[in-house]
């Protein structure tokens, strides 16, 4: 039921954005791109994709259900597009971990590591955001309070949680599942670094897509007006109330590019870009699901298992 009105807000949302700005701004940002546009990224998605894969890796190691990264880069191709085409923009994520946990025999943990994974890319792209923001000039500052105190009243409910886990309840277990999940899988020393790194090498290629895309669309502003409105847009954009990524991502792109003068027509427009490009660029992805072959996995080290 939850799902099913996440979908109906994404829906909401994207339809109360085309009625406010019109259909035309969604038929030119699709008229704007051209095979030269389509081949860039796919070659940003292919870099993007490689160190989702390797960020995936690492996390998994540690938790004891480690994957080869040209495994995991076969099964991220196949999520994201199927996170693409299918409503909520996790569901390919979900599937990737499933199909590894069976073919390591933990579910769980093979789900965990996905998760894991993923905030941890979501943590450092709001991070980023948060300090970019901060330090460039832009209309799109006055969010930037809000976007605080969310993140600190996040911190501080989680801090919460695990110092209140004392018992046998399931949340209690919960919370110190988290904690050991943190600690012994993302702020471990021989992991952090290279997670920290696919991180922002992976934010580096979505925020290079949407400068390409505006720059398809005829947006000329210069990168230092485009970066904060980018990141307050791809944070938008992971927000669990998307229709398969459409919805959130929209309707931030016409608020922050409305309000920094370039017109909420043109947000939608490049947001309707980038959306094409990625999903052209996640095509490789239908070759390992017709492929129908869950990841390879590597055996897992003793140590990983013993720690995880």
Do not use: K
Not at 11 to 35: E, H, N
């Amino acid at each position: 039921m939850r799902r099913a009105w996440r979908r109906l807000a994404g829906a909401a949302i994207l339809g109360v954005v085309v009625w406010q700005v019109g259909s035309d701004s969604v038929v030119d940002g699709l008229r704007s791109l051209d095979v030269g546009v389509l081949l860039l990224g796919l070659a940003i998605a292919a870099v993007t994709t490689v160190a989702c894969a390797w960020r995936w890796h690492l996390v998994a190691r540690e938790l004891g259900v480690e994957i080869a990264v040209p495994a995991a880069v076969a099964a991220c191709y196949r999520a994201q597009l199927l996170n693409t085409v299918l409503p909520g923009g996790v569901l390919g994520d979900v599937h990737r971990g499933v199909a590894h946990g069976r073919s390591t025999g933990e579910t769980g943990r093979a789900l965990r590591a996905v998760g894991w994974e993923r905030v941890a890319g979501q943590a450092v792209q709001a991070a980023a955001a948060v300090l970019l923001v901060g330090l460039l000039p832009s209309p799109v500052r006055p969010v930037l309070p809000w976007a605080l105190a969310t993140l600190v009243v996040v911190a501080v409910v989680a801090a919460l949680a695990v110092r209140s886990a004392r018992g046998d309840g399931w949340w209690s277990r919960l919370a110190r599942t988290a904690r050991d999940d943190v600690r012994l899988a993302l702020l471990v020393r021989r992991s952090w670094p290279g997670v920290l790194v696919a991180s922002l090498v992976a934010l580096a290629g979505y925020v290079a897509t949407y400068v390409v895309a505006a720059r398809a669309v005829g947006v000329q502003a210069p990168v230092s007006t485009l970066l904060p409105l980018v990141l307050v847009v791809l944070v938008a954009a992971g927000l669990p109330l998307n229709l398969a990524g459409w919805g959130p991502r929209e309707g931030m792109a016409a608020w922050a590019f409305a309000v920094s003068g370039l017109g909420a027509a043109t947000g939608v427009a490049t947001a309707v870009a980038y959306g094409a490009m990625v999903l052209v660029a996640n095509l490789p992805g239908l070759v390992v699901v017709l492929a129908s072959g869950g990841p390879t996995t590597v055996p897992a080290t003793t140590r990983g298992s013993v720690r995880a």
